[in-house]
């Protein structure tokens, strides 16, 4: 059995989780910080904020950046779900822009025609998702952004390691706060690096990252600097000299959330990490292979490619008879995917005024696209039957 995606769990995985397990700490210990440490550090950002999952990421982010009700944000029709749910959990309202059909990355042309239609002031923000890998670069969207006074919230779950090249030949990671005020990434299972469930956010401003660490844990804070209440309160009587808060005494100066995460996932994460970059060079070896296996076949629409920078994720190519294969290649014990279903088209959202026609780049993406298997344990022999597999659907 062939799944699109797959976990790679260690011995070295295994022996991390099982000393964590043993250790003092299950929870608000500190292998998460050590974990959050090192993740920045492979990103390539100032700070990082461990939590719940991916999705918890997506609301603490929207509430950090204080999103209202009726506040407009604009981002891509074509991601899971929480990209878009995240801005309505804060009361917010979704605008889906268009994708690009050559990227499958929200089309910046698009989002820039839409500014221009409304009054300043009307958006607050746009979310752009690093879809399947593939960075977005987000330099020129920063522009377009500061022109009407947007914030970024970047979308990552799909691309640690990822990277574009900026307008003076640079490298910039995915989520390195150089150009978006957060990002955050996902820890599922079939992602990048795994701890089961689990999500990290990343930043260089300090203040949105103070916010973060509140809103994390009830938003309660310890931080002696800004309580608002006085010594004489938290001590529970009148004092004749100056003294200090007591040890056990905390505030909760916003209304937060139990987003935390675990010890002996961030273990698990840590261990993960170490091997992040092995990783990813070998879903770019299998991005490599699908790629010139595809390349002018008729039955090919379109296909990921190889693209600098891209984390690879996904391999999504575009087909005819897409369900004629998918079902084919279960037959075969391969279980390939198709993300996503354009998300404003889920019924929730066309009960908000969405409807067909509304994106119809991404919408003829949805009508072709599947994603192949890819995984840094997918074997050659495994990637070989896929593709031959895919071959004799359309030759034979």
Known sequence: MIPYGKQNITEEDIQAVAKALKGDFLTQGPTILEFEKAFANYIGCQYAVAVSNGTAALHLSALALDVKEGDKVITTPITFAA??????????????????????LLDINKVETLLKSSPKGTYKGIVPVDFAGRAVN??????????????????????????????????QNCGNGNFAELAIFSFHPVKHIATGEGGMITTNDEKLYKKLLELRTHGITRDTSIFKNSVEFAVGQVVDEAINYPGWYMEMQHLGYNYRFTDFQAALGISQLSRANLGINRRRTIAQKYADAFANQSFIKGQSGFVEGHA?????????????????????????????????????????????????????????????????TLTDDEQDFAIQSILNFYTS
């Open 312 to 376: 690879y994720h996904l391999y999504v190519i575009e087909v005819e008879n897409r369900v004629g294969l998918y079902n084919y290649l279960r037959e075969q014990k391969i279980f390939a995917q198709i993300h996503y279903i354009p998300c404003h088209l889920m019924p929730y959202y066309r009960e908000l005024g969405w409807d067909e026609g509304d994106n119809p780049n991404a919408e003829n993406y949805y009508k072709h696209c599947i994603s192949l298997p890819m995984y840094p």
């Open 138 to 171: 987000l330099e020129a969207f920063r522009k377009l952004a500061d022109e009407y006074g947007l914030w970024i919230l970047e979308d990552s779950c799909h691309s640690p390691g990822g990277f574009f090249v900026d307008s003076n030949g640079e490298q």
């Open 83 to 104: 990209s878009a749910n995240c801005i309505r959990y804060c009361g917010g309202e979704v605008v889906f822009s268009d994708i690009d059909s050559e990227t499958y």
